[in-house]
C-alpha cells in the first residue's frame, strides 16, 4: 500500500511539474473581428484548436466595431488581438492600441502589405466585387457592371455594408468611385452613384452578411472573391462573381497584436501560425490569396476567374485611402443616409 502510494504521490507531483509546459503550449487568445462566416476563420480556428491547443472563441463584429471597442478597452484590453481591413489596421496603430510584433516569416510579406515595425501586417487578401445568389435573381440576367445596378430591374435586390463603418464597405465605396472616374481627392462619382443606387432600395447591413445571401435574402452584394467562391463551390444553389466591367480594387486583411493584449504568447503562436505555410494554405482553401509567396493549389486556383477579369483589378494606396475615410464618411451621411 505504502509503495502504490508513493507512486502515486510521485505522479501527481510529475503532473504538477508539467502542468505549466502544458499550459504554455494551450490555453485561450481572444481575437476580435474573427467570424466564422467570413473567409472562412471557422476552419482557420478549427486548425489553431487541433495544432497548437489553443482556444479562440469567434467574434462577429465588424473592423469598425473592432477598433472601437479596443479603444473603449484601452485601460484593461480584453482581446489579444485584432483583425482589420488595413485602414482600421493603420487607425490601431495611430491610436496607439497596437504592439509592435513581427511573426515568424514576416520578412517574406512584401513592403506595401506590412508595417515595417509589426504594428499590421497582412495575412491575406481578397478582390471586391459583386456576389450574386442568381436563383434569387427570378431570371434576371446576372449585372456585369457597377452602372447596372442602378437599373430599375434591381430594385430591392442589391446590398452592401455601410461603408462608414465596415472595412468592406468602404472597399466597395473607393472601388465604384474609382471604376467611375473618382480619385482618392475626388469622391464624387462615387456618392453620385450611391445616392442613384438609394433610389432602387439598396440593402444597408452593418456587419458579414454571407448568410443573407446564400439564403437569397441579399440577392446581390458587394463583396470579395473569396465568399462568393465559398459559396459557389459549398453551397447548394447558383452562385457568382462579378469583377465589374469598369475595374475594381483589391484589399489586403491585417493582424494587429494588442497593445497590453492579457494573453500575449497564446496570441504570438497564433499570429505565427497564421503566417506559416500551413496557415496560409488554409486561407487558400477559403480562396483568399497569401500574403506570403505561397503557391495557390491548383485545384483552388482553376475555380477563380480567369485572369482577364483579374486584369480589371487595381492595387491601391491603402495608406492613403485611410487618410481620406474620414471626410468620405462624413459626406456619405450627410449626402447619401
Known amino acids: 500500500m505504502t509503495t502504490r502510494r508513493t507512486l502515486l504521490g510521485l505522479a501527481a507531483a510529475a503532473a504538477l511539474l508539467a502542468a ?19 473567409a472562412d476563420w471557422a476552419s482557420m480556428l478549427k486548425a489553431v484548436q487541433r495544432d497548437l491547443g489553443i482556444t479562440m472563441p469567434h467574434d462577429n463584429k465588424n473592423s469598425g466595431q473592432s477598433l472601437s471597442q479596443v479603444l473603449a478597452e484601452r485601460a484593461n484590453p480584453v482581446a489579444d488581438m485584432a483583425y482589420y481591413g488595413i485602414t482600421f489596421g493603420i487607425k490601431a496603430k495611430a491610436e496607439g492600441v497596437t504592439e509592435a510584433y513581427k511573426p515568424a516569416l514576416f520578412d517574406e510579406i512584401p513592403a506595401g502589405l506590412k508595417d515595417p515595425a509589426g504594428h499590421w501586417w497582412t495575412v491575406h487578401q481578397g478582390t471586391l466585387g459583386l456576389f450574386v445568389n442568381v436563383d434569387a435573381l427570378r431570371g434576371k440576367p446576372v449585372p456585369a457592371c457597377w452602372a447596372d445596378l442602378k437599373k430599375p430591374d434591381y430594385k430591392g435586390l442589391v446590398g452592401y455594408l455601410n461603408p462608414t463603418s465596415a472595412a468592406v464597405g468602404y472597399v466597395g465605396a473607393v472601388a465604384v468611385n474609382l471604376a467611375l472616374g473618382g480619385t482618392l481627392q475626388d469622391f464624387g462619382p462615387g456618392l453620385a452613384f450611391f445616392k442613384d443606387l438609394a433610389k432602387n432600395d439598396p440593402i444597408v447591413p452593418q456587419q458579414t452578411s454571407y448568410a443573407r445571401v446564400v439564403s437569397g435574402e441579399i440577392p446581390i452584394l458587394f463583396d470579395y472573391d473569396f465568399n462568393a467562391y465559398r459559396a459557389k463551390y459549398t453551397e447548394k444553389g447558383r452562385f457568382a462573381f462579378v469583377i465589374p466591367c469598369e475595374g475594381s480594387v483589391s484589399f489586403p486583411y491585417v493582424m494587429t497584436l494588442v497593445k497590453g493584449a492579457p494573453h500575449p504568447e497564446q496570441a504570438k503562436r497564433v499570429l505565427d501560425y497564421l503566417l506559416s505555410d500551413k496557415g496560409q494554405l488554409i486561407w487558400t482553401n477559403a480562396f483568399l490569396r497569401p500574403a506570403r509567396p505561397v503557391e495557390m493549389p491548383a485545384e483552388v486556383a482553376a475555380k477563380f476567374l480567369p485572369k482577364a477579369d483579374y486584369d480589371r483589378v487595381k492595387d491601391i494606396d491603402w495608406g492613403a485611402a485611410e487618410q481620406v475615410q474620414k471626410a468620405f464618411s462624413d459626406r456619405y451621411l450627410a449626402e447619401v443616409r
Open 20 to 38: 505549466p509546459a502544458a499550459l504554455a503550449q494551450s490555453g485561450t487568445a481572444i481575437c476580435y473581428n474573427c467570424p466564422p462566416q467570413w
